[in-house]
């Protein structure tokens, strides 16, 4: 079920984003430091919307890999601690009596 919502939702972003590039088929004159391009509307905003996507991406490449080091070192510590709560148990109890 959550497959056939997923692929309707992916087809209704499809048609938006094609009627808003028929909706903003114009070019648009972009000036570089070596020359000047005529490009779609359209264009322009797919290549910023995948430009920010990749950053984004990078980003959260970035953050997921620092976490997934905190928790080995939050792991290996567990594993340490509880070899110290065994070892602490494992201990003969003296009484002073």
């Known amino acids: ?20 590039a028929v909706l903003n088929a114009e070019s ?13 509307l359209s264009l322009i905003l797919v290549i910023a919307f995948v430009i920010g996507t990749l950053f984004g991406a990078v980003v959260n490449v970035g953050m997921m890999l620092r976490l997934k080091r905190q928790i080995s070192r939050l792991r290996k510590e567990v594993r340490f601690t509880e070899k110290e709560v065994k070892n602490l148990r494992a201990l003969p109890i003296k009484d002073k009596h």
């Open 1 to 20: 079920m959550t497959r056939i919502i997923g692929l309707i939702f992916i087809l209704v972003v499809l048609v938006f984003g094609l009627t808003f």
């Open 28 to 40: 648009v004159q972009i000036n570089y430091y070596f020359g000047i391009y005529q490009i779609p």
